[in-house]
């Protein structure tokens, strides 16, 4: 335990006088879930602009464009002659979206046949195309039925109401009830920073310790690094009492900050975090083992970042994700600790019911204890090879001298 406390806070020396680590371990986990968090603060999108080309100019026609103008998602900014006209908008980046009213729309409506509006949207934002269209669904939906029911002949209010609406029902969304993109998707990506911040400081200072050939900084030449428990035990420790701080911050104060979905109880969230930091930490010290240069890590986490985020099922249905794509996900930490951290925060889940993300953590845990212990060895050898090699040499300069 006194080798271990000595090499923790030698460990906790190094960190605090490299700026790149400090910048990865304290600055980056506390600013980019603030940046983050207030971009998508608002939740959804509200007027979302879009170009209406009219080719009716009927009653039915103008109804329809004042219904979608008064709902709260899309606003009616341009009229268009034609569909090339509101195409070079969308291009121009005008509007997002456009609606096209053939010249037959109200004819085929009289006519008792089904009458169509095209609906054009930009993909490039997910979430203005969704106001777009489901904007036109509604007011068609709703257009409908009270055509419907005017062609009914009824005779009472009741029976309108019976056939515009047969099966009445209550849309409630569940764990996410704003329907906003910020309570979807900000949970997985505050989970995800921890591993991600974790392998690039750790990584970023075995990276310097080679390229300045400082390799005792790494792991220093001390009656007290003897043994790989004492010294990956040592340097994990340093790790985890930075990020006990810095995870309470992202998963408890940064949510309450912005009002985002937090229904867990502390208990199962406790117990999944322990695991998922040391996962982590020994996960990053095994990965910073392949780092040769400063910046390698950095593009290969930055890399890595938005696959991992698709890979733990979260943003993407973990049904519709290959097996083979599903194996590799199982080798980071953040795919369970995504997984776990959502269903407890944001569907009261209990440690039962995330006993499999839970279990398999702990064993990421011993297996890249164990991984970094190995490694650790092998670069303590290397290290010790090269040193007998240098004297080596130097006692055969010597004597031909």
Known sequence: MSDTSYICIEEMKQVLKDEGVVIFFIIVPIVYPLLYSWIYNNEVVHDVPVAVVDQSHTSLSRQFIRMCDASPDVKIAYYAADLEEAKSLVSRQLVKGIYFIPSDFETNVNRM????????????????????????QSVTTVMGAGIQTKLGGHYTSREEEIARRPLDFDEVPIFNPTGGYGSFILPCVLVLIIQQTLVMGIGLAAGTARETNRFRNLIPTSRHYHGMFRIVAGKGLCYLLIYVVIT????????YMFGFTSIGEWQPLLAVMIPYLLACIFFGMVV?????????VMLLTIFASVPLLFLAGISWPQSNIPGFWQGVSWLFPSTFGMRAFVRINEMDASLSDVLVEYQALWVQTLAYFILACLVYRYQIYQTRQAARNRLADMKAARARK
């Open 248 to 255: 309470a911050w992202l998963l408890l104060i940064v949510p």
């Open 288 to 296: 910073s083992c392949l780092v040769r240069y400063r910046e390698n």
């Open 113 to 136: 046949q089904q009458a169509t509006i095209s609906v054009y949207c930009d993909m490039g934002l997910m979430l203005a195309y969704k106001a777009v269209f489901q904007t036109a």
